[in-house]
């Protein structure tokens, strides 16, 4: 099993940054690719940003040229700083992983709320 710890979230206000951090613990050999998503309430949880081992990102195109994923392979992390955020942006944001081979993700974090104000 792996098991996915975010930090980071909190309250900011429109214009501002802010930087959320996931460690995976556990069986961490067979983890691929990692990243985040998001669900506002009443909406679908959607893509925010993922990246492969190889260091290949997708962006969800709400983000796109706001937001930055990275990783670390050596410290089983990933990390998401955003910035220019605005309300549209608050929601709970979840740690993502799968297993290498796997379409779907597999493991989730419990989710660190992010809250936009304006």
């Known amino acids: 099993q792996v098991q996915l710890v975010e930090s980071g979230g909190g309250l900011v206000q429109a214009g501002g940054s802010l930087r959320l951090s996931c460690t995976a613990s556990?069986?961490?050999?067979?983890?691929?690719?990692m990243g985040w998503y998001r669900q506002a309430p009443g909406k679908q949880r959607e893509l925010v940003a993922v990246?492969?081992?190889?260091?290949?990102?997708t962006y969800g195109d709400s983000v796109k040229g706001r937001f930055t994923v990275s990783r670390s392979n050596a410290d089983n992390t990933v990390s998401l700083q955003m910035y220019s955020l605005n309300v549209e942006d608050t929601a709970v944001y979840y740690c993502?992983?799968?297993?290498?081979?796997?379409?779907?993700?597999?493991?989730w974090g419990q989710g660190t709320q992010v809250t936009v104000s304006s």
């Open positions: 993502a992983a799968r297993r290498l081979a796997v379409i779907q993700f597999d493991y």
């Open positions: 990246i492969a081992r190889s260091g290949a990102a």
């Open positions: 556990g069986r961490v050999a067979r983890i691929g690719t």
